[in-house]
């Protein structure tokens, strides 16, 4: 089992969402954005099983491959949100699934997400907020 000093773990700083962004980036100089093929789209489910295992290193490390891969897309924000939820982060966990859901609130009006699918993320925020 590694510890957290054996982790290369990014952290966000306030709010600076951009610095984020580009650190992972850096963490991952392979996944170039918007050019990987739709099997990038399985780290969101790797993610979600990962957490479901208790394995939120695990989660963190899909997520934050889907944040670089898709930076427009709201998907990768929320797991990492979620993630860091379970983890205690609140203050990070807060940045991020707000973004998601400024992110999927323009996909909305664009008819790329449902509103039940929006409402239930606006739920998760809530529950974030609350912790």
């Given at each position: 089992?590694?510890?957290?000093?054996?982790?290369?773990?990014?952290?966000?700083?306030?709010?600076n969402?951009?610095?984020?962004?580009k650190?992972?980036?850096?963490k991952?100089?392979?996944?170039?954005p918007?050019?990987?093929?739709d099997?990038?789209?399985?780290?969101?489910d790797?993610?979600y099983?990962?957490?479901?295992?208790?394995?939120?290193?695990?989660?963190e490390?899909?997520?934050?491959?889907?944040?670089?891969?898709?930076?427009d897309?709201?998907?990768?924000?929320?797991?990492?949100a979620?993630?860091?939820?379970?983890?205690?982060?609140?203050?990070?966990?807060?940045?991020?699934?707000d973004?998601?859901?400024?992110?999927?609130?323009?996909?909305?009006?664009?008819?790329?997400?449902d509103?039940?699918?929006?409402?239930?993320m606006?739920?998760?925020?809530?529950?974030?907020?609350?912790?």
């Amino acid at each position: 089992m590694s510890t957290k000093e054996d982790t290369d773990e990014i952290r966000i700083e306030s709010d600076n969402l951009k610095e984020f962004v580009k650190k992972l980036l850096k963490k991952y100089p392979d996944i170039k954005p918007h050019k990987e093929d739709d099997w990038d789209w399985t780290w969101s489910d790797e993610g979600y099983d990962a957490m479901e295992g208790g394995d939120f290193q695990l989660a963190e490390y899909k997520f934050e491959q889907l944040i670089v891969a898709e930076p427009d897309h709201f998907e990768g924000y929320e797991g990492l949100a979620l993630a860091y939820q379970a983890e205690g982060r609140k203050s990070e966990a807060i940045i991020l699934i707000d973004h998601a859901v400024k992110l999927a609130n323009k996909l909305l009006k664009l008819d790329g997400i449902d509103r039940e699918a929006l409402n239930d993320m606006i739920v998760e925020q809530r529950d974030i907020h609350d912790m």
